[in-house]
């Protein structure tokens, strides 16, 4: 009877036990959801900060072509007109300029 006692009160030790192990397991899945939607969240945001720098930096690259062609082809263009209406290019080259289009 006494053996039965105490087998009894570890039998109630251990359900005890095993009730804070599931509040605990509860617990750490209900932040495991959180911590996996958040990484979801901040892969997303940074997919999108990565597309955006990528973004600016075709448009850089664009914009110093631009800048580099046109300085190539006419550094005239850079200086304010003169005060004159007339305004005489010493290139003497006519024709357009070749326009190369860049791959995105």
């Known amino acids: 009877a006494e053996k ?5 009160e570890k039998i109630t030790v251990l359900q005890q036990q095993n009730e804070e ?3 605990r397991i509860e617990q750490n899945t209900v932040i495991t959801r959180q ?3 958040e990484n979801a969240n901040l892969q997303e945001y ?3 900060e990565v597309e955006e720098k990528k973004k600016l930096s075709r448009t ?4 110093l072509w631009k800048l580099q062609e046109g300085e190539a082809v006419s550094p005239v263009k850079l200086l304010p007109p003169p005060s ?3 305004y005489h290019c010493s290139s003497g080259n006519s024709s357009p300029a070749k326009v190369r289009t860049l791959r995105r």
């Open 35 to 37: 911590l996996s939607e």
């Open 4 to 8: 039965n006692l105490k087998l009894e």
């Open 21 to 23: 192990l599931r509040a």
């Open 46 to 48: 940074v997919e999108k």
């Open 84 to 86: 004159t209406s007339l």
């Open 60 to 63: 850089n690259e664009e914009l």
